[in-house]
Nanobody, 122 residues
Framework: QVQLVESGGGLVQAGGSLRLSCAAS????????VGWYRQTPGNERELVAV??????NYADSVKGRFTVSRDNAKNTVYMQMNSLNPEDTAVYYC?????????????????WGQGTQVTVSS
């Protein structure tokens, strides 16, 4: 089993920055694709950024402001968020496709973290 824990959310003024972390623990052989999503009340979860291998893609709404990085040794993915505006207010979730090894078998599953609240005041 694998656990994902997000952290780094909080309250920030418009124009400010936050860095979110998504730390994976448990039975990890390899972390494959990792996505950052966000959700506001009454709306569907929106894909913000996705990283796989050496490539990362961003939603147009955050391109140039958000940057995703990975520390493979720590099984952690970060998302640096700069120039935040009130429209970025949401609960942010990470989602990871993780390969594990158990009882002689490799398998992959997708996991979600619990989310972290980001609030940007105007």
């Amino acid at each position: 089993q694998v656990q994902l824990v997000e952290s780094g959310g909080g309250l920030v003024q418009a124009g400010g920055s936050l860095r979110l972390s998504c730390a994976a623990s448990g039975s990890i052989f390899r972390i494959n694709r990792v996505g950052w999503y966000r959700q506001t009340p009454g709306n569907e979860r929106e894909l913000v950024a996705v990283t796989s291998g050496s490539s990362t893609n961003y939603a147009d709404s955050v391109k140039g402001r958000f940057t995703v990085s990975r520390d493979n040794a720590k099984n952690t993915v970060y998302m640096q968020m700069n120039s935040l505006n009130p429209e970025d207010t949401a609960v942010y979730y990470c989602n990871a496709d993780v390969s594990s090894y158990s009882s002689g078998y490799y398998y992959s599953r997708v996991y979600w973290g619990q989310g972290t609240q980001v609030t940007v005041s105007s």
